[in-house]
């Protein structure tokens, strides 16, 4: 008998799927444009229109990330609600654009997952969504505000648009989630640890079902302007964005950030089955680690504890995993390190594995990435397809040995699959999903 069936752990599912992202502002339309191995990276729209950039910028200073232009979440409300309360006005006027992106993930999975929240025990109900930044572009203003025209320019509603945790709790607010309301803030790992995190939640009993992800909204100057000045973003491709993300390529330079959000809800199986829900998959299996290492250098050993732990988690081997979305952000230290330890990992079935990044199309979404990778991660499975690597003209030659299904999807019968994340601060998580067959 397993240990899970022993400790009485309750089976957990994943229901509904939402996603807002510079390729889509729904899942369809997003996976989609994957499959056809579209880039959504793009010139930054609002640092040309505001003429906010360059702030005496070198000429290298990278114009370039995955924006979401034509946001407007009013109109996603109108859509999806055919109604637009007075309650709603107020929360779009109040809110940064991270807990907006969230707001609208979160309505596209709970009306994918076919809840009638109204016929379910809201203290049962709990929300996790994660960011890396939380609301640094109302920050970035208000601060902008105060050398310019004084502290009474500044919103009195600053504190709550900025802080990380005010896009779970409008979650919370919105959908009447009265169960675990709560927020992470553990850099690119973020997204993956709350549906790790949430995933728990189920599985031990202190909650029925979880809305869980990530949410970012960190295309603005000044957050930019510190990640090139760690020399960690791609440069040289601003009159050609769609070729800047190229994980594991031998020329790759740097990441592309993004941003966007992505929404799981999960559920406990047997609540699930009563309701007679779609399944898109079963999470199985959630790793998180510490490199103690540096502060942002990863570490091959700290990534490998961290598989290993999802992996006996979910009580399966390494040679049972049929495909991994890597974290595969396209730094050089980054993606060699993730290599390596899956290389090591799954010597012995390297034959039969697939590996795609996919942040080559949608750049990086820090905080968000592992939730939108873990949905793209499900999907795989679902259809029984792996999306492509793109811009993947040369392997690098220290990353080599994997199959990294290079410019087109493919397809593949996808029974287990991993999706990784990790972060700064030597934060890792790691979550395993299963084709649900009962």
């Known amino acids: 008998m397993s240990i899970k069936r022993t400790m009485g752990l309750r089976r957990v599912v994943v229901t509904g799927l939402g996603m807002v992202t510079s390729m889509g ?147 919370s607010i919105s959908f009447k989630a009265k169960g675990p309301n709560i927020a992470l803030s553990t850099a690119c790992a973020a997204g993956s640890h709350a549906i790790g995190m949430a995933f728990r939640s189920v599985q031990l009993g202190e909650a029925d079902l979880m809305a869980a992800g990530g949410s970012e909204a960190a295309l603005t100057p000044l957050t930019i302007t510190g990640f090139y000045r760690m020399g960690a973003l791609a440069t040289g491709y601003n009159d050609r964005p769609e070729v800047a993300s190229r994980p594991f390529e031998v020329k790759r330079n740097g990441f592309v950030m993004s941003e966007g959000a992505g929404v799981l809800v999960l559920e406990a199986l047997d609540h699930a089955l009563r309701r007679g829900a779609n399944i898109y998959a079963e999470i199985i299996g959630f790793g998180m680690t510490g490199d103690a290492h540096h502060i942002t250098d990863p570490h091959m050993e700290g990534a490998k504890r961290c598989m290993r732990l999802a992996l006996r988690d979910a009580e399966i081997k390494p040679e049972e995993i049929d495909y991994v979305n890597p974290h595969a952000t396209s730094t050089q230290v980054g993606d060699n390190n993730e290599a390596n330890a899956l290389k090591e990992l799954f010597h012995n079935a390297t034959s039969h594995l697939l590996v795609s990044g996919t942040k080559s199309m949608t750049g990086h979404l820090l905080g968000a990435a592992g939730a939108v990778e873990a949905i793209f991660t499900i999907l795989s499975i679902r259809d029984g397809v792996v999306p492509p690597t793109i811009n993947l003209n040369e392997v690098d030659p220290k990353c080599a040995g994997l199959d990294y299904v290079p410019h087109q999807a493919r397809k593949a019968k996808v029974r287990y699959a991993m999706s990784n994340s990790f972060g700064f601060g030597g934060t890792n998580a790691c979550l395993v999903f299963k084709h649900f067959d009962g």
Do not use: C, H
């Open 25 to 171: 502002l729904d899942v369809p339309t997003v996976w989609q444009k994957l499959l056809a191995g579209q880039s959504g990276v793009r010139r930054i729209k609002a640092f040309d229109e505001k003429l906010m950039m360059p702030y005496r910028a070198p000429e290298d200073f990278p114009m370039i990330g995955g924006e979401i232009v034509g946001f407007d979440l009013k109109q996603i409300l109108q859509a999806r609600k055919n109604e637009v309360t007075k309650e709603d006005i107020k929360q779009i006027k109040y809110t940064d654009r991270f807990t907006q992106f969230a707001l609208a993930a979160s309505l596209e999975a709970i009306q994918d997952s076919g809840l009638n929240l109204e016929e379910e025990d809201p203290e049962r109900a709990g929300v996790i969504i994660a960011s890396g930044m939380g609301g640094v572009s109302s920050w970035e203003e208000s601060m902008l505000k105060l050398i310019a025209e004084g502290v009474r320019r500044v919103s009195p509603f600053l504190v709550p648009k900025m802080i990380p945790n005010l896009a779970a709790g409008n979650v």
